[in-house]
T-cell receptor
Framework: EPEVTQTPSHQVTQMGQEVILRCVPI?????FYWYRQILGQKVEFLVS????????KSEIFDDQFSVERPDGSNFTLKIRSTKLEDSAMYFC???????????????FGEGSRLTVL | DAKTTQPTSMDCAEGRAANLPCNHS???????VYWYRQIHSQGPQYIIH???NNETNEMASLIITEDRKSSTLILPHATLRDTAVYYC???????????FGKGTHLIIQP
């Protein structure tokens, strides 16, 4: 069964460093998302991406964050200068609206745990 | 998107049906009810969705009341692996992001 894969599974970084989290969405999907979950808290929407541009973003997704689809398979989340409060699990997801779904059926990866020291 | 209300936690005995309620009294006519679950910090997993009619798939059944103000997710024969946080989400559809609440922590007891 096709799945969304994320790397790295865990990254430890120093405050102020840049971090890139990588995702390989399901191959025929066209919509891509990043979510995060701070330990013990809710899953929070960060950004959605379609047709090589951001379609929606939350208040969390400030200028420190950026997303990119550098090639036909990868979807990346970059945090320019990490802060302690960026420590969280980051989930990538993809969906395919062209198959007749409503966009609510998202396929999530297993997450990348980011620890900022 | 309409707000949903779910119990914080529930217990269910292994092998029994787990019935998880969700209240969405402000749902509009073209909003869908989606259910996801998250097993111990893994990525959320889609379970089922519906608009008006009851739905069933290999994982679960979804019962939506006639006035659509509430719904129940049914896991017919719960196993220990069904222990997870279950999220009821109401959306219009499209590419916008999902809004996860706190969900219901379902604990399956052996």
């Amino acid at each position: 069964e096709p799945e969304v894969t994320q790397t790295p599974s865990h990254q430890v970084t120093q405050m102020g460093q840049e971090v890139i989290l990588r995702c390989v969405p399901i191959s025929n999907h066209l919509y891509f998302y990043w979510y995060r979950q701070i330990l013990g808290q809710k899953v929070e929407f960060l950004v959605s991406f379609y047709n090589n541009e951001i379609s929606e973003k939350s208040e969390i997704f400030d200028d420190q964050f950026s997303v990119e689809r550098p090639d036909g398979s990868n979807f990346t989340l970059k945090i320019r200068s990490t802060k302690l409060e960026d420590s969280a699990m980051y989930f990538c997801a993809s969906s395919d609206l062209t198959s007749g779904t409503l966009g609510g059926e998202l396929f999530f990866g297993e997450g990348s745990r980011l620890t900022v020291l | 998107d309409a707000k949903t209300t779910q119990p914080t936690s529930m217990d269910c005995a292994e092998g029994r049906a787990a019935n998880l309620p969700c209240n969405h009294s402000t749902i509009s006519g073209n909003e869908y009810v989606y259910w996801y679950r998250q097993i111990h910090s893994q990525g959320p997993q889609y379970i089922i969705h519906g608009l008006k009619n009851n739905e069933t798939n290999e994982m679960a059944s979804l019962i939506i009341t006639e006035d659509r103000k509430s719904s129940t997710l049914i896991l017919p024969h719960a196993t220990l692996r069904d222990t997870a946080v279950y999220y009821c989400i109401v959306i219009l559809g499209g590419a916008d992001g999902l809004t996860f609440g706190k969900g219901t922590h379902l604990i399956i007891q052996p």
